[in-house]
């Protein structure tokens, strides 16, 4: 049973990590990478997974903060801000994004739903075809529970994103170890 669940996931994550194109994950590089800061916003397992986005990007020394942290500083023009909500309907990033183009920062959806609230307010989308309470013709169906399969793409997402970038930058991965905390 172990081996067949644990194979479904590996096949699952697999086919939706391949089913976004090259140039889509190429100008969501050149987004992050001219943006002087990025923002991450999501909610529940969702944040989750953008948190680690969050911190796999400062491991490559880029200036990322998660939006509600004591430490956040102020959105300002030529800043990013990353929203990550598969249907595009979750009212705290709709609200975030709003608020952060209205303050001149460029905003990016990771979602499902191409017609949803947050996908009208971004400049760009990196569309991920899961499955969502829309029931888009096109989504990837999942064996697994509730939307985990957009969670997991978004950490497997995040890490594909930050090896290429780093191989992009020629950054030596095995310095990458001054940006880890250290205070553990």
Not at 63 to 88: F, N, Q
Not at 135 to 151: C, G, H, V, Y
């Amino acid at each position: 049973m172990y081996r067949k669940t644990a194979q479904l996931v590996l096949d699952e994550c697999s086919r939706v990590l391949l089913s976004v194109d090259e140039d889509t994950t190429q100008e969501f590089i050149r987004r992050i990478l001219s943006a002087n800061r990025i923002f991450f916003v999501g909610v529940g397992r969702v944040f989750l997974s953008l948190e680690a986005m969050a911190k796999r990007f400062s491991h490559l020394g880029l200036d990322t903060h998660v939006v509600g942290e004591i430490t956040e500083p102020a959105i300002r023009p030529g800043d990013l801000l990353i929203a990550g909500s598969g249907s595009g309907e979750s009212l705290f990033p709709c609200a975030i994004a709003k608020k952060a183009k209205s303050l001149g920062a460029q905003v990016v959806l990771i979602g499902s739903n191409r017609e949803s609230t947050l996908a009208k307010i971004a400049d760009f989308m990196v569309r991920v075809p899961t499955n969502t309470k829309a029931k888009a013709p096109d989504e990837i169906a999942s064996e697994q529970i509730m939307t985990s399969l957009f969670e997991q793409f978004l950490l497997l997402y995040g890490d594909t994103v930050a090896k290429m970038i780093a191989e992009k930058n020629k950054i030596d991965i095995d310095t990458l170890w001054e940006y880890h905390a250290n205070l553990e």
